[in-house]
């Protein structure tokens, strides 16, 4: 199985940056793709962005441009670089990694446990 735990939230004033990361230990087999969700309260988790195995990037059309993800394959360890941050981007932000495990069929899905990002204005 795969343990994923964030750092690297906290309070930050608009405008500003804050870099997350994710570190990935366990028995796993690969990782196919890494992501980053977030989920704001009172509303529903919505990917933020998300990396490939093979290196392929996608974004949220409301980070394009502001967030980079990427990951250290030597450190198992994948981040998130949000810059230019605004009011809205305030949420409770997971990573997230889907993987294969030897002796099992099929993907498997496991979360961090979450780390809190607050932008205020």
């Known amino acids: 199985q795969v343990q994923l735990v964030e750092s690297g939230g906290g309070l930050v004033q608009a405008g500003g940056s804050l870099r997350l990361s994710c570190t990935v230990s366990?028995?796993?087999?690969?990782?196919?793709?890494r992501a980053w969700y977030r989920q704001a309260p009172g509303k529903t988790r919505e990917l933020v962005a998300a990396?490939?195995?093979?290196?392929?990037?996608n974004y949220a059309d409301s980070v394009k441009g502001r967030f980079t993800i990427s990951r250290d394959n030597a450190k198992n360890t994948m981040y998130l670089e949000m810059n230019s941050l605004k009011p809205e981007d305030t949420a409770v932000y997971y990573c997230?990694?889907?993987?294969?495990?030897?002796?099992?069929?099929?993907?498997?899905?496991?979360w961090g446990q979450g780390t809190q990002v607050t932008v205020s204005s």
């Open positions: 990396i490939a195995s093979g290196g392929s990037t």
């Open positions: 997230n990694a889907v993987s294969t495990e030897w002796g099992r069929i099929g993907t498997f899905a496991s």
């Open positions: 366990g028995s796993f087999r690969s990782i196919n793709s």
